[in-house]
């Protein structure tokens, strides 16, 4: 006997109503954050507020970057199991006109201050000099607005071509970024690997690995992966989804941030492994200054939180398959993230702060400051304000996708 499919869902969209105090809670410490952290830092430690600031505007830029990937990814596999979420991770990548803004203040206030290789004589250091065709500030300012403006239009044409389709329902439109994604994919890696090199390598202009893009890579992947965990099940409770969201999709979900919690530690053990062994000093002072003072204990607990506890709490296929889990294990890989960034980030910090003192650059341990704070809840503030944004301009799931039935219909045989 035949029998006729199952009518597809209706578009749905988001009832800000059902978020509690969210949606004003994000602007408000957003931009609470910011000012406070711009006018204490400006007015007392300009140079704390500029690797703070550059702090918390990479961990918005990596969890984006990571939402872009999987969107891409998405595209590029023609995968069915993500059509219901990946309106959300559309949304999470439209953000970037939003970093590029939340970027202008490094470059017109912090980046004497961040970037020793600007202010450094080049007849000292030839190193330095060797590398100026690269580091040179007209082509690091070009390099970086390449970088944001790329994103920026990766973002927003997926997300505005996927609406789109809510509206006609155009098959057409999937093939149409199913074959761009395979021009951006390549593109995406360029500019993510080029832009931890200027953004972050370069803040200790010495030293360099070439697995640093794929190190960057993966926590991005990581993160944005935990992101779009919370947000989904966020979603669910506050009423949305009903019967389409499944645990199904997030036993999917939990198995990618494992995937991803145990890549990140493959590649940061290898990095640490292969640039210990070569012995290079322009290589290895990069882990001598993390291993020194308190430094060394901050890198002991990045390890043991970052791999080896989300390694352990998703090992299990119920740890996967149980909301309040799987959403605990991620609220921690993303504090992990935050301490992983500000591990790259902050020992330089103080490096700068011994050269500019005269002293032979050295770091003197783990000292945190409420700047860093204040700046990391207004970055994300202002992020988790767009991103609600962004997701009440339309259908929370693309609707008419010809594939949202088999996403609805997925299930998980591992």
């Not at 979603?235 to 939990?254: C, D, Q, S, W, Y």
């Not at 890549?263 to 990095?271: E, K, L, P, V």
């Not at 308190?294 to 990045?302: D, G, V």
């Amino acid at each position: 006997m035949n029998r006729s499919p199952t009518p597809l869902p209706s578009a749905e969209k988001l009832r800000l109503e059902n978020l509690g105090s969210l949606p004003v809670l994000f602007p408000t410490v957003g931009i609470l954050g910011l000012l406070s952290a711009f006018i204490w830092g400006l007015a007392s430690n300009p140079m704390q507020l500029a690797f703070s600031y550059l702090f918390a505007f990479t961990v918005g830029f990596t969890i984006c970057a990571g939402a872009l990937f999987w969107t891409l990814l998405h595209h590029a596999l023609d995968a069915d199991w993500s059509v219901l979420m990946r309106r959300i991770l559309e949304s999470i990548a439209s953000c970037f006109p939003v970093l590029l803004l939340l970027f202008l203040p490094i470059v017109f206030l912090f980046s004497k201050e961040l970037w020793h290789w600007m202010t450094t004589d080049l007849s000292t250091d030839p190193l330095l000099a060797w590398k100026k065709p690269f580091l040179n500030e007209p082509f690091f300012y070009l390099r970086c607005a390449f970088y944001l403006i790329f994103f920026s239009t990766a973002g927003l044409l997926y997300r505005h071509l996927s609406m789109r389709q809510d509206t006609d329902g155009d098959p057409r439109i999937t093939l149409r970024l199913r074959h761009t994604a395979y021009g951006f994919i390549p593109l995406f890696v360029l500019c993510l690997t080029f832009a931890g090199f200027d953004w972050l390598m370069s803040l200790d202009h010495h030293w360099y690995s070439t697995m640093w893009g794929v190190y960057l890579f993966a926590g991005c992947a990581q993160s944005s992966m935990a992101i779009l965990i919370l947000i989904t099940n966020g979603l669910v409770r506050a009423g949305h989804l009903k019967g389409l969201f499944t645990v199904e999709h997030n036993h999917i979900m939990g198995m990618l941030l494992f995937a991803f919690t145990t890549f990140w530690g493959y590649i940061s053990f290898s990095q640490y492994f292969l640039q210990w062994y070569a012995n290079i000093p322009e290589e290895t002072w990069f882990f001598v200054y993390r291993n020194t003072g308190t430094w060394f204990w901050f890198s002991i607990f990045l390890v043991v939180g970052h791999f080896f506890v989300p390694f352990i709490l998703l090992l299990t296929q119920p740890a996967k398959r149980t909301s309040w889990r799987l959403c605990a294990t991620a609220v921690w890989v993303v504090a992990m993230h935050c301490v992983d960034i500000y591990w790259i980030i902050m020992p330089n910090l103080q490096l700068q702060e011994s050269r500019h003192a005269g002293h032979v650059a050295a770091t003197t341990g783990f000292h945190p400051h409420l700047l860093d704070l204040l700046a990391l809840i207004g970055v994300l503030g202002i992020l988790g304000h767009t991103i609600l944004w962004l997701l009440s301009r339309g259908s929370i799931f693309p609707a008419r996708d010809p594939r949202l039935r088999e996403s609805l219909a997925v299930t998980n045989w591992l």
